[in-house]
């Protein structure tokens, strides 16, 4: 079983509109969450980090942190084309480097 | 802004012949990172280095791969021998410190193993 699971694996956005990604650590002894934006033929990017709970928001970018549940998640809101690209959620667990889910892949369409 | 720097973009080799990616991490950084990545899929979990030593390393990082900083110059993967499944693009990353610094991650190598 993967450590840090990602759903969807993939999805559409129009243009504009919402995209939702969602994390699940199945490690309770994560520090940090990353979330990593990943364009085709490139590295990938760190977009924001989370370590508290609630929301952090970062101009487009709002990422929401429950502990309790061990869940992450990532919204992008008024979606653009240059935001299709792979996302990846990353944990870290202290010190083993970051732990990558398996992505979810953002297409936005006009 | 700073960079990671990886040479060369890609690479093709024979199966069994030795293989050295090179890494140019940020000049401040103290910690460096490999993953390796196939088909544009997960981000794998290589090893991590610090203070001219492995810190943690994942089942992916064999025996064939050994990795290295010598005297502060490129962070060095080499892989010897080289399998078919070794084929992959290999990222590096360094970060300034551990905690909640996102390593930077370079552009990858691309390495063919035919």
């Known amino acids: 079983q993967q450590k840090v699971q990602q759903s969807p694996e993939s999805l559409s956005v129009p243009e504009g509109g919402m995209a939702s990604l969602n994390c699940t650590s199945s490690d309770r002894n994560f520090q940090y969450f990353w979330w990593y934006r990943q364009h085709s033929g490139e590295g990938p990017k760190a977009l924001m980090?989370?370590?508290?709970?609630g929301d952090k928001k970062e101009g487009r970018f709002t990422a929401h942190l429950n502990k309790a549940s061990l869940h992450v998640s990532l919204h992008i809101r008024d979606s653009q084309p240059s935001d299709s690209a792979l996302y990846f959620c990353a944990a870290d667990y202290y010190a083993q480097g970051l732990t990558f889910g398996l992505g979810t892949r953002v297409s936005v369409f006009p | 802004g700073p960079k990671v720097l990886q040479i060369p973009s890609h690479q093709i080799i024979d199966m069994g012949q030795m293989v050295t990616l090179n890494c140019d991490p940020v000049s401040n950084h103290l910690y460096f990172y490999w993953y390796k990545q196939i088909l544009g899929q997960q981000m794998e979990f290589l090893v991590n280095f610090y203070n001219g030593k492995v810190m943690e390393k994942s089942k992916l990082f064999k025996d064939q791969f050994s990795v290295e900083r010598p005297d502060g110059s490129y962070f060095t993967l080499k892989i010897q021998p080289t399998a078919l499944e070794d084929s992959a693009v290999y990222f590096c990353a360094s970060s300034g410190t551990v905690n909640n610094q996102a390593p930077l991650f370079g552009e990858g190598t691309r390495l063919s193993v035919l």
């Open positions: 980090s989370i370590f508290s709970d």
